[in-house]
């Protein structure tokens, strides 16, 4: 059969491949296939498990906190109300789809798409559901939401505090283990071929590719639906270079303000201390928590720094069309794409410490601008790297290669 490598978007005939063979791009190097065994029953079963799990972590408490006689219960959403009560909705918002309500969402279709393939059940929604349930992965973050939990767990019981983990934390545990797991296991390519399967392209017809399932069409399906995902066919999006570059300004001008206000706010006794990322970070490093330092670090600071000179990089490759070290940025902008939904991190920890630290008006935590600024900077890079596509760097550089002769 022919596909197109969503890498560099060149054809590749693939022959017949068995359990464990792996087919690599010959251009870009990026994976094309890997062949698992049994890979859709092990991937059902882990989102089953994923969905499952959902239910009591979102139901049951998450922590129990006992400080001055005074016990506090805290459950998954109640950071989001909290945040919500004290006026910070966007904030708010953002995070209860983020780590509550897209989980439901995208594991609900990809328990529903996989089910009807294991059965041989494929109705016409079946293609479009298996894409939203790929559209949503990037946005659905419970193992992001987790080391929130985790780092959130380590500042509070730091502070000598007695702190318990409930049943609805380890619930949450295993919901993250096992998102981790099903995204592993999950051969996209296996599924699709399962939904309907590819075909051999004639040799020198114009073709096009689906960009979600990698199917290879004629030319002449150009707007219309894909008979595979249901997505509107187009041999290249129109716009993504100005969509690009717009959304990484505008994610540069709120990366200002992300780092010179505070994320979060804490009045104590009639005294107010802010901390701006930098001040979580020193005082992860300060109560000697080193491993969360470094990782809080990577994902604050290093991981947000990197996607934007990365994808500004790879947005510069089209504009001067260059031809050089174009497989290394293409790695680059599938690891930004793959690791953006981490700096997630810091607003996440501020969920899991409001309602914790809520004893009447003697001390209180809330959000602060830059908490909000910064998981908007987060949402602008994602949404950059998701819109953009790394074939036109391939397209520009190959460009330029023929008129140069
Ligand atoms: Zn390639
Ligand atoms: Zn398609």
Known sequence: MTIACADCGT??????????????CPSCDARLERVHARSISAALACASATLLLLFPANLLTLFRLRIFGISVHTQLASGVFALAAKG???????????????????????????????????PRW???????????????????????????????AAQASIIHVGAGGYCFVGVALMA??????????????SIAPERVALPDAAVLSCTI?????????????CPRCGSRLRARLPGVRTRTLALIIAAVVLYIPANVFPMSVTHFAGRVQSYRIVDGVMALFGAGLWPLGVLVSCTSIAIP???????AWCLLSVHQRSTRHLRFKT?????????GRWSAVDPFIIAVIVPLVHLRNFVTTGAGIGATAFIVVVALTMAASRGFDPRLMWD???????ERG
């Open 11 to 24: 054809l590749q005939r693939l022959p017949a491949l068995r359990r464990g063979d792996i087919a690599v």
């Open 305 to 311: 720094v990197v996607k934007l000179a990365g994808l």
């Open 88 to 122: 910070w909705v966007l904030l708010a918002v953002l995070i209860g789809a983020s780590a509550m309500v897209l989980p439901f969402v995208r594991y609900g279709l990809l328990v529903l798409a996989l089910g009807c393939v294991r059965l041989g059940y494929r």
């Open 396 to 402: 520009a550089a190959a460009e330029h290669r023929f």
């Open 126 to 156: 079946l293609g479009p559901v298996f894409r939203w349930s790929i559209l949503l992965d990037r946005w659905t973050m419970p193992e992001v939401f987790l080391i929130a939990c985790a780092v959130g767990y380590a500042r509070i």
């Open 180 to 193: 981790m797991l099903s995204r592993a296991l999950l051969d996209r390519r296996t599924v699709w071929r």
């Open 331 to 339: 790695h680059l902008y599938r690891m930004i794409d793959e690791a």
């Open 213 to 225: 399932c990698d199917l290879v069409l004629p030319i002449s399906e150009e707007g219309k639906h």
